[in-house]
């Protein structure tokens, strides 16, 4: 059994890091403004999108702990390494989304149920702004790195970074509601970003499932399948198994050989294939071939 595998990326991770302490440095200052002005203005709309700015902020932790983590190397106890931690913190995002839903939707419904006025719309609208403003930015920032390091984590983030941009948005009409005499439609459009808060969470907690499970991209096999029946060794490719581990792609390739075949060939050819199946999926970290002698 031959496996060939390139060398663990710290590059890649320590980009991560830069990408995740920028991420937590503007939603931080983003949120505390918004704060500020939630507090001073009564705004049950601009509470729920501070509560989430917040919780996104937070979510930078277990990401750059994450990070930090899988650039440590195997060990005789952790053979695989640390990537894993990166998927567990997504376990963690999506707790920390769902409790942002909570604290706005449980201030939202009691606002809409006791009463409240606006105060300061302008600086209403202005809060919500920047939170767009923000919330783009960072995530621009999260898709372009996750992207060129292959972190499915700091992508989901970065798409729910653009999706907390759009509810910010949503916050204009509940100032515009309170500038136009109708309070209540402040609080109605801070459960409405309840609600999106809570797809956010169906759809991250959904992404971290399929990751923790070890599910892979769609075509991910059948790039595999075709790298290694190109190979003139292989005669039958048998088995093909694929899975994340952090940002790096690990697969294990079971193929029938001629019976002749020496252990140098199988070598040679470990090596090649692990060569063009990179140039099919540029993540891929590891190859472990696993010959079958072919027997009539």
């Given at each position: 059994?031959r496996?060939?595998?390139?060398?663990?990326?710290?590059?890649?991770?320590?980009?991560?890091?830069?990408?995740?302490?920028?991420?937590?440095?503007?939603l931080?200052l983003?949120?505390?403004?918004q704060l500020?002005?939630?507090?001073?203005?009564?705004?049950?709309?601009?509470?729920a999108?501070?509560?989430?700015?917040?919780?996104?902020?937070?979510?930078?932790?277990?990401?750059?702990?994450?990070f930090?983590?899988?650039?440590?190397?195997?060990?005789?106890?952790?053979?695989?390494?640390?990537?894993?931690?990166?998927?567990?913190a997504?376990?963690?995002?999506v707790?920390v989304?769902?409790?942002?839903?909570?604290?706005?939707?449980?201030?939202?419904?009691?606002?809409?149920?006791?009463?409240?006025?606006?105060?300061?719309?302008?600086?209403?609208?202005?809060?919500?702004?920047?939170?767009?403003a923000?919330?783009?930015?960072?995530?621009?920032?999260?898709?372009?790195?996750?992207?060129?390091?292959?972190?499915?984590a700091?992508?989901?983030?970065?798409?729910?970074?653009?999706?907390?941009?759009?509810?910010?948005?949503?916050?204009?009409?509940?100032?515009?509601?309170?500038?136009?005499?109708?309070?209540?439609?402040?609080?109605?459009?801070?459960?409405?970003?309840?609600?999106?808060?809570?797809l956010?969470?169906?759809?991250?907690?959904r992404?971290?499932?399929?990751?923790?499970?070890?599910?892979v991209e769609?075509?991910?096999?059948?790039a595999?399948?075709?790298?290694?029946?190109?190979m003139p060794e292989i005669?039958?490719?048998?088995?093909?198994r694929?899975?994340?581990?952090?940002?790096?792609?690990?697969?294990?390739?079971?193929?029938r050989?001629?019976?002749?075949?020496?252990?140098?060939?199988?070598?040679?050819?470990?090596?090649?294939?692990?060569?063009a199946?990179?140039?099919?999926?540029?993540?891929?970290e590891?190859?472990?071939?696993?010959?079958?002698?072919?027997?009539?």
């Amino acid at each position: 059994m031959r496996h060939h595998h390139a060398p663990v990326d710290h590059g890649a991770s320590a980009e991560g890091i830069r990408a995740v302490k920028l991420s937590l440095a503007v939603l931080a200052l983003t949120a505390a403004f918004q704060l500020a002005v939630a507090l001073l203005s009564g705004s049950a709309a601009l509470l729920a999108d501070t509560a989430h700015n917040f919780g996104d902020a937070l979510t930078a932790l277990p990401l750059w702990l994450a990070f930090a983590l899988s650039r440590r190397a195997a060990s005789r106890s952790y053979t695989y390494g640390y990537g894993r931690a990166e998927d567990l913190a997504g376990a963690a995002i999506v707790g920390v989304i769902l409790l942002s839903a909570a604290v706005s939707g449980y201030e939202s419904a009691t606002k809409l149920l006791e009463g409240s006025g606006v105060r300061g719309t302008g600086w209403v609208a202005l809060a919500a702004v920047t939170g767009f403003a923000g919330n783009e930015l960072v995530a621009r920032l999260r898709i372009s790195t996750g992207r060129r390091i292959g972190s499915a984590a700091l992508i989901a983030d970065g798409q729910h970074a653009r999706t907390d941009g759009l509810t910010s948005l949503a916050v204009l009409a509940g100032a515009a509601g309170a500038w136009l005499g109708y309070p209540a439609v402040d609080p109605v459009v801070g459960l409405g970003i309840t609600a999106v808060i809570l797809l956010i969470v169906r759809d991250s907690a959904r992404t971290v499932w399929r990751r923790l499970m070890d599910a892979v991209e769609p075509g991910t096999v059948e790039a595999l399948e075709e790298v290694a029946s190109g190979m003139p060794e292989i005669l039958q490719v048998e088995e093909v198994r694929a899975r994340w581990i952090g940002h790096s792609l690990h697969a294990e390739v079971r193929a029938r050989v001629p019976p002749e075949l020496s252990a140098e060939r199988i070598g040679e050819l470990s090596e090649r294939l692990a060569t063009a199946a990179r140039k099919r999926l540029p993540r891929l970290e590891r190859v472990l071939l696993e010959p079958v002698p072919h027997t009539v």
